[in-house]
């Protein structure tokens, strides 16, 4: 139920004139924030908190919801115009976003990530608004069997929904996966392939990797083929030509649109799972019903505005376990924990009978941001297409200085610059044989979210624990089906391919 007074409450904390600005700032600073290579969500919020101190509480979580909603958003930018997703959860984005721009259609690409990431985030600030004690319980359902289905779904939705050699994509995932292990047992603390560096005991950090196979990759490739000019440079069209294609195609958009809002909203209430989970299972699934299923990874809108969905939505999912429950339910609400403690506020299920200003002013927040993020994407639009005019014997130099600043800011050590040129080399190497970038991120990111799971698991219980638990159960029953359906399509296609030629 809704608190009515509380939700006036909250009304009159974000419309205030002190209210708006400071998610106006949170916006714009949230965009830069999560285009930036290197700057995650829980960074830029982190790096934020202590301006707050004297701030009003309710003035400063509005502030950070708005950073926190705006920077899952900023990532999609350079993804789809450099091939250097920002945030995690935009590889999927890049995957796509970054094929329209080398067609010329940034723009579009553009346009239609703002709006999807817009409403998605709408979506799940609804959803947080009306029904967070309820959905909390969602989150409280999941033990280590479920994580540990949960993650293998992800990876086993990477493969199943890469149209390329399914053997390729399950080498790049394995490789994902190996990188994870490095670091320190997360059992018995063992240490696991550090070669003595002190700066591996925490394993290899995704984000230089991430730069590294995707920005620099691509660089390297580029260089290679002598392309230092843009084929097909994007045009700048206005924001009414933008909205009025939109428009034009909701027929095409809507059904992955609100498909993947539901289901990046209902992800990000698992404590852990990451925006990044309910963008991969999101693609996958709008890759599944689409009837442009040839086009994933080769440039789908489609598959731009199901990653920006859920990416979005998930903010206001992760919301509901850390209001309702005092359980932050990704990095950045870890933070946002952290800084109600240190606000001096209760944090708890209490929370929301003691401080209902403060949690409907978030919950209010969320909404006002995404409005705020579409005017400021939209708009913003004309200005980021212009990187597609700038020689890459300019650009190239460009990304190169921020990767590496952006490698080293994580935890200002030299070895993620040299991990991010590794994998840059790396990514340039699985360019030319074909291999795929993406899965070998998604290994790394839920390698150590699988394993850890795991094996909680089998000392809980054995390998017969995953068969006790109905919801582990069924998320490994559609793991399999996720890997079963590309081989059957393929048999059933060839199939119909004799019979045609056979008449």
């Given at each position: 139920?809704?608190?009515?007074?509380?939700?006036?409450g909250?009304?009159d904390v974000?419309?205030?004139l002190?209210?708006?600005?400071?998610?106006?700032l949170?916006?714009?600073?949230?965009i830069?924030i999560?285009?930036?290579?290197?700057?995650?969500?829980?960074?830029?919020?982190?790096?934020?908190?202590?301006?707050?101190?004297?701030m009003?509480?309710?003035?400063a979580?509005v502030?950070?919801?708005?950073?926190y909603q705006?920077?899952?958003?900023?990532?999609?930018?350079?993804?789809?115009?450099?091939?250097?997703?920002?945030?995690p959860?935009?590889?999927?984005?890049?995957?796509?976003?970054?094929?329209?721009?080398k067609?010329?259609?940034?723009?579009?690409?553009?346009?239609?990530?703002?709006?999807?990431?817009?409403?998605?985030g709408?979506?799940?600030?609804?959803?947080?608004?009306?029904?967070t004690?309820?959905?909390?319980?969602?989150?409280?359902?999941?033990?280590p069997?479920?994580y540990?289905a949960?993650?293998?779904?992800g990876?086993?939705?990477?493969?199943?929904?890469?149209?390329g050699?399914m053997?390729?994509?399950?080498?790049?995932?394995?490789?994902?996966?190996?990188?994870?292990?490095i670091?320190?047992?997360?059992?018995?603390?063992q240490?696991?392939?550090t070669?003595?560096?002190?700066?591996?005991?925490?394993?290899?950090?995704?984000?230089?990797v991430?730069?590294?196979?995707?920005a620099?990759?691509?660089i390297?490739?580029r260089?290679?083929?002598?392309?230092?000019?843009?084929?097909?440079?994007?045009?700048?069209e206005?924001?009414?030509s933008?909205?009025?294609?939109?428009w034009?195609?909701?027929?095409?958009?809507l059904?992955?649109?609100?498909?993947?809002?539901?289901?990046g909203?209902?992800?990000?209430?698992i404590?852990g799972?990451?925006?990044?989970?309910?963008?991969?299972?999101?693609?996958?699934?709008?890759?599944?019903?689409?009837?442009?299923?040839?086009?994933?990874?080769?440039?789908a809108?489609?598959?731009?505005?199901?990653?920006?969905?859920?990416?979005?939505?998930?903010?206001?999912?992760a919301?509901?376990?850390?209001?309702s429950?005092?359980?932050?339910?990704?990095?950045?609400?870890a933070?946002?924990?952290?800084?109600?403690a240190?606000h001096?506020?209760?944090v708890?299920?209490?929370?929301?009978?003691?401080?209902?200003?403060?949690?409907?002013?978030?919950?209010?927040a969320?909404?006002?941001?995404?409005?705020?993020i579409?005017?400021?994407?939209?708009?913003?639009?004309?200005?980021?297409?212009?990187?597609?005019?700038?020689?890459?014997k300019?650009l190239?130099?460009i990304?190169?200085?921020?990767?590496?600043?952006?490698?080293?800011?994580?935890?200002?050590?030299m070895?993620?610059?040299?991990?991010?040129?590794i994998?840059?080399?790396?990514?340039?190497?699985?360019?030319?044989q074909?291999?795929?970038?993406a899965?070998?991120?998604?290994?790394?990111?839920?390698?150590?979210?699988?394993?850890?799971?795991?094996?909680?698991?089998i000392?809980?219980?054995g390998i017969e624990?995953?068969?006790t638990?109905?919801?582990?159960?069924g998320?490994l029953?559609?793991?399999?089906?996720?890997l079963?359906?590309?081989?059957?399509?393929?048999?059933?296609?060839r199939?119909k391919?004799?019979?045609?030629s056979g008449?």
């Amino acid at each position: 139920m809704v608190d009515v007074s509380g939700l006036i409450g909250g009304i009159d904390v974000v419309f205030s004139l002190s209210g708006f600005l400071f998610v106006l700032l949170g916006v714009f600073l949230g965009i830069l924030i999560g285009a930036t290579p290197g700057l995650s969500p829980s960074m830029g919020v982190a790096l934020l908190v202590p301006l707050s101190f004297r701030m009003e509480p309710e003035v400063a979580f509005v502030f950070f919801v708005a950073v926190y909603q705006a920077s899952n958003y900023g990532g999609s930018i350079t993804a789809i115009l450099l091939n250097a997703p920002g945030t995690p959860s935009s590889v999927v984005t890049a995957m796509d976003g970054y094929v329209l721009t080398k067609k010329g259609l940034a723009d579009k690409a553009l346009s239609y990530a703002v709006f999807s990431s817009a409403l998605g985030g709408l979506i799940g600030g609804i959803v947080l608004l009306l029904f967070t004690a309820p959905i909390a319980k969602v989150g409280l359902m999941f033990g280590p069997a479920e994580y540990f289905a949960l993650a293998l779904l992800g990876l086993c939705t990477v493969i199943g929904f890469h149209k390329g050699s399914m053997s390729k994509a399950f080498i790049a995932l394995s490789f994902g996966l190996l990188l994870s292990t490095i670091g320190t047992d997360p059992i018995t603390g063992q240490e696991r392939m550090t070669f003595g560096l002190i700066e591996l005991y925490d394993g290899v950090s995704f984000i230089p990797v991430m730069i590294g196979f995707f920005a620099l990759g691509e660089i390297f490739s580029r260089i290679e083929e002598n392309q230092l000019v843009l084929a097909a440079p994007a045009r700048l069209e206005r924001v009414v030509s933008q909205v009025r294609s939109i428009w034009d195609n909701r027929r095409l958009i809507l059904r992955p649109l609100f498909q993947s809002s539901v289901m990046g909203t209902f992800i990000g209430v698992i404590p852990g799972a990451g925006s990044a989970v309910a963008s991969f299972l999101a693609y996958g699934q709008a890759a599944t019903y689409a009837k442009d299923k040839e086009e994933y990874g080769d440039g789908a809108l489609t598959g731009v505005i199901a990653s920006e969905a859920a990416n979005s939505s998930s903010v206001g999912g992760a919301l509901v376990p850390l209001v309702s429950l005092g359980i932050p339910g990704s990095a950045t609400d870890a933070v946002l924990l952290g800084a109600l403690a240190l606000h001096g506020l209760a944090v708890g299920p209490e929370l929301m009978t003691t401080e209902p200003r403060l949690v409907y002013g978030i919950f209010i927040a969320v909404l006002l941001a995404n409005v705020m993020i579409f005017l400021c994407g939209m708009y913003g639009n004309t200005l980021f297409v212009a990187v597609t005019r700038i020689s890459p014997k300019v650009l190239y130099p460009i990304i190169l200085c921020l990767a590496m600043t952006g490698s080293f800011t994580i935890r200002n050590a030299m070895i993620d610059c040299w991990v991010c040129l590794i994998a840059g080399g790396l990514g340039w190497l699985a360019k030319r044989q074909g291999i795929p970038a993406a899965p070998i991120i998604l290994g790394l990111v839920l390698g150590s979210l699988l394993e850890t799971n795991f094996r909680r698991s089998i000392l809980m219980g054995g390998i017969e624990f995953f068969f006790t638990k109905p919801l582990a159960l069924g998320l490994l029953t559609l793991s399999l089906l996720c890997l079963i359906t590309p081989f059957t399509r393929s048999r059933m296609n060839r199939s119909k391919a004799v019979q045609c030629s056979g008449n």
